[in-house]
Structure formats: C-alpha cells, structure tokens
C-alpha cells in the first residue's frame, strides 16, 4: 500500500473512532415504545435516554451509548403515575418496597389527609414535626417518592386534644402558626377530613383561616369535603369559600354523591364547580375508579359520641342507657351529620368488613356486615355497637354507596384527576391477612385498562395526564409529570392492549398486569415484572420549604 493510502486510511479510522466517542452516552435508554408524555399530546414513536436520574434526551437514540437498554415495542411509555390521594403514611415505613402502588405504575404518594404525620404529641412517635418524618423517611430509604399535605385533624387535635368544643380565635391563631411550621418544613400544602368530628367542628371561615399560610407559600388546599350524602351541595359550596376566602387552589377529594337518593345529580354537583371557575376560582377534583369508598364502622357513630376521643365513645357504647339514642340517630340521621348507614341505602349488605383484632371475629374478614349480623341474635345496631366495644373502637369498612354513572361523569372532567385512597402494601406483608379496597392494588391500571380501552370513557393520552402532570401541577411539584427532558426520570412502562386490574372486592390481593416496568429518579424499580428492591425514592418538599440552617 503506497504511503499516502496509509495515512488516507489512518485519518479515517481517527474520523471514525472521534465520531464513535462524541455520542452521547447514557446510563439507560428506553428504546421502540410509543412515547405519551403526560401534557395530553398524542402518542409518537421516540426514545428516551436518561442520565443521573433525569431525562436527557427524547428522540432517536439508535446510535448513542448506553450501560442498558430496555426494548419498549408494544409499550406506552409514560410519566411515572402520581397518586393524589394516598394513605401510606405508616405503611412504607414497615413496607418501603410498596408493592401494591409501584407495580401499579405509581411512582409519587401523595400523604396526609387529615391526620398527617407532623405535628405530633412527644412519644407518638420517632419524629416529633412533619419534616422529622420526611427526614425519618429519607434515611429509612423507599421505593417511590412521597410528598405530603399537613393535615387540619392533626393540626386541630394537636393544639385542643380530643374535646369536642368549637375552637377559639386564639386556638385558631396557634393552629394557623402550625400549618406555617409545617408549610416550612415542606408541606405540599393543607389537608381536611371534615366527615367525621373533631373537624367537622370547624367552620368556614376558621378553614379559610387555617389555608392562608398555605397558600401564601403556594400551596393546595385538599379536602374530603363536609358531607358526601345529603349535604353534599352545601359541602362544595365551602370548598369553594375556602378557595375564595383564603385564595387558594383547591383539590376536592375522591368528588362523588355517596347516598343513594341523590344518585343522577352529578351535573348539579359539577355545576356548582362549573361556576365557580368560570369566576376565576382554581377548583379541581380528583376520583377513584370505584363505586365504593373506604372508612371505618365507627363512621356510623353519631358526632356526639365521639365527644372526648375513642374511650369516652367506648364508654357511651357500653352505656345501656345511651343505646335508644345511638339507634334512633343511627336509624335517622341527624341534620348536618353524613350517616353512612343512610348513604348505603339504609341496608347493612353495603357494608364489606376490611380487618379485625379479635380472633373471634376474623372469620367475618371479607364479608358483608349483613352477614356478621345474621350470625348473632339480637337487634342490628346493638349488635353493631357490640362489635366496635370487641374491637377496640376501629373496624375498617368498605361502604357501597355511589353510582357508576356519577363517578364516570366526574372523572371526564378536565379539571379532575385521579388519586386512590389507597395503601402500599403486599400480600406477603403484615396487612396480607387484611381485606383491603382493591383500590389498594389496581386503581391505575383500571383506569388504563376499563375506563380507556374497554369502556373508551377517556382517551389514552387523556388518562396518562390525568394520573401524571395534571396532579404535579395541581400540588405544584416541579421537574415531574412529564417525559420531557431536564425533568426527573420518573417513568412506567405498559401494554396498553393487556393492562388491567385483578383486585377484586372479593379478592383484593392481586396485582395488576400489563406494567412491566417502573422506573424511579432513574432507577428501575420493577423489572420486566420483577420488584428490585430498589430504594431510589426521594421526600419530594412543597413550594415553603425552607432547609433547617445549618
């Protein structure tokens, strides 16, 4: 070969080897999936190749440099699903795998309805303030990220105990100062169950109070509103006030009519919403794909009862000479009180028993109350009455009492979400033996799979928003949500032909199929349907958060 072919064929292979290394390189490229990024855009074939746990590039990737590639042909690939309403506070500290949710897709819980984890009395436990348990959790480690609201029942309870007497100014004032404590410690924002005493004891106008540090911070106000029955329209009308009142952004949450004399009425329901927005108010909703919700027994204890926390209710229970009360109210409601006995329909076979501590009473895990009451001799409320003294006070109950219909319409809205009220656990776990809401396992994939492929109540790009970006921006969680470079790599991977859910009410512990892959802050944390024990989660803090000074 003459010289100069030798020096031609050295400058091509120096050409080549240069071009070779100044691809890019990435620590995993998700490769051939139909890309639905979140914003609501329509599907588009592309790759994603992520790096240090966020999303570097979006395109085609054939020719970059990768430590794995993960072949997506048949796969949607989405944004990581985030969970509005979510009830793991406890349960990913003894289970930081949280099977149920991460094999659903969910890669960010939403905590704190309510009662949250901070403030808490001393002794409770390891941690004392809502960032003391973000930090407990961090150094614990977990699979998905979690983000929480501080809740107005820990807030209230913590400043006035368990009495049940309307609050002072001066009470509201310290309470006010610990939603600003917690705002600064990286709420998301606050958080109400106003059902069940002592928060139905707060006003208005004290809950517009109690939201205006929140939304001085940016924050969101959630609440599972007032009454979900026959008080249901006044209930969002203060949902509304809040958000007027203390100019914040509200999330009503699970958005449902749940008593069976007012099913059909979610346009007016809607309505209300409608207008309110249509007046520059920000009022959002979010649902579960379910016709049936998740309490306790004890629900069904009228207000008054509960006066003093659960022993003096116990008390009341044990009092013979109270119980021609208890029933009468329980048979007949009372005017502002959500009776979930009524909101059944006034029958005892709506009612699914979840979990119980006594040995004797296990036996009725998983059946209706009907039957429990079938196995005793006695009149239905007494034996009721008789179960909540056998069980400390607490049976975990899921309550049939919305419609279909309703719950459909309320989730086509623009402004609403999806969120579970559920738990991360494992049938494998100490809840296995429970009966859980099969919300619990498969809420997202039943949205992808009955509310999207079978019964076409949404479109598929339209649901991925729904369960993606519209909750990120909802409770205002930046870098998240969507496929979209800079953002964190928070991604789930499924088949939009097969993915459904296998949670039933009669069989709540199955997973779901048709996702075979989660990704977390980069992480894959479910592969090819495997859980990796991976811990790649991350406390996700609100828009307040101000960091301890060092």
């Avoid at 006035?160 to 990286?186: H, N, R, S, W």
């Avoid at 007949?332 to 028993?353: D, I, S, V």
């Avoid at 719950?407 to 579970?420: E, H, N, R, V």
Wanted: include cysteine.
């Amino acid at each position: 070969m003459k010289p100069r072919h030798v020096l031609a064929s050295l400058v091509f292979a120096l050409a080549q080897l240069s071009s070779c290394s100044s691809q890019p390189s990435y620590d995993l490229i998700i490769e051939h999936g139909s890309l639905v990024d979140g914003s609501g855009a329509p599907a588009r074939e592309a790759d994603v190749g992520i790096l240090d746990g966020k999303i570097a590039a979006i395109g085609d990737l054939a020719a970059a440099g990768a430590e794995r590639r993960i072949d997506a042909s048949g796969l949607v690939v989405a944004p990581g699903f985030i969970d509005m309403h979510n009830h793991s506070d406890l349960t990913v500290i003894d289970e930081p795998n949280a099977e149920s949710m991460v094999r659903q897709g969910v890669t960010t819980m939403i905590l704190g309805e309510g009662g949250s984890q901070g403030p808490l009395t001393p002794g409770e436990h390891e941690w004392g303030t809502l960032g003391e348990y973000f930090d407990f959790m961090e150094s614990k480690g977990l699979t998905p990220n979690i983000a929480s609201y501080v809740g107005q029942t820990q807030i209230w309870t913590f400043i006035k105990g368990d009495e049940l007497k309307p609050a002072t100014d001066e009470e509201i004032a310290l309470m006010q100062a610990e939603v600003e404590k917690a705002m600064q410690q990286g709420a998301l924002g606050l958080s109400t169950s106003l059902l069940m005493p002592p928060s139905s004891l707060v006003t208005t106008e004290q809950l517009a109070e109690l939201a205006k540090p929140a939304a001085a911070h940016g924050g969101l106000y959630s609440t599972h509103i007032r009454d979900e029955g026959q008080g249901v329209f006044d209930a969002i009308a203060e949902a509304i006030a809040v958000g007027r009142g203390a100019k914040i952004r509200v999330d009503i949450i699970h958005l449902k009519i749940a008593d069976k004399a007012l099913w059909g009425r979610m346009l007016e329901v809607l309505a209300l919403i409608d207008s309110a927005r249509a007046e520059g108010l920000d009022i959002r909703s979010n649902v579960y794909p379910y016709t049936a919700g998740q309490n306790n027994l004890r629900a069904i204890i009228p207000p008054w009862a509960h006066d003093g926390g659960n022993e003096a209710m116990l008390a009341r229970l044990r009092d013979r000479s109270q119980r021609a009360r208890l029933r009468r109210d329980i048979l007949n409601g009372l005017p502002g009180w959500y009776n979930h006995y009524l909101a059944t329909g006034g029958g005892w076979e709506g009612m699914l028993l979840v979990d119980f501590k006594q040995e004797s009473n296990k036996q009725f895990v998983g059946k209706r109350m009907s039957e429990l009451i079938a196995s005793r001799v006695g009149d239905p409320v007494g034996i009721l009455l008789d179960v909540l003294i056998e069980e400390d006070g607490s049976v975990p109950t899921v309550f049939f009492h919305h419609s279909e219909d309703d719950m459909q319409l309320a989730m086509k809205q623009p402004y609403t979400s999806i969120g579970s009220d559920g738990s991360a656990i494992s049938p494998e776990g100490p809840r296995g033996a429970t009966h859980p809401h099969p919300r619990w396992y498969g809420t997202f994939p039943r949205v992808l799979g009955r509310y999207v492929r079978e019964l076409n109540t949404l479109e598929l790009p339209e649901a991925v928003k729904k369960i993606t970006s519209m909750n990120a921006e909802k409770a205002n969680i930046p870098d998240r949500g969507l496929i979209k470079e800079g953002f964190w790599a928070d991604a789930t991977l499924f088949n939009p032909e097969t993915v459904i859910d296998k949670a039933t009410f009669e069989e709540p512990h199955h997973y779901p199929e048709g996702i075979p892959y989660v990704i977390v802050n980069g992480v894959v944390a479910l592969d090819n349907g495997q859980h990796t024990n991976s811990r790649s989660g991350k406390v996700l803090r609100g828009p307040g958060y101000q960091p301890p000074a060092e």
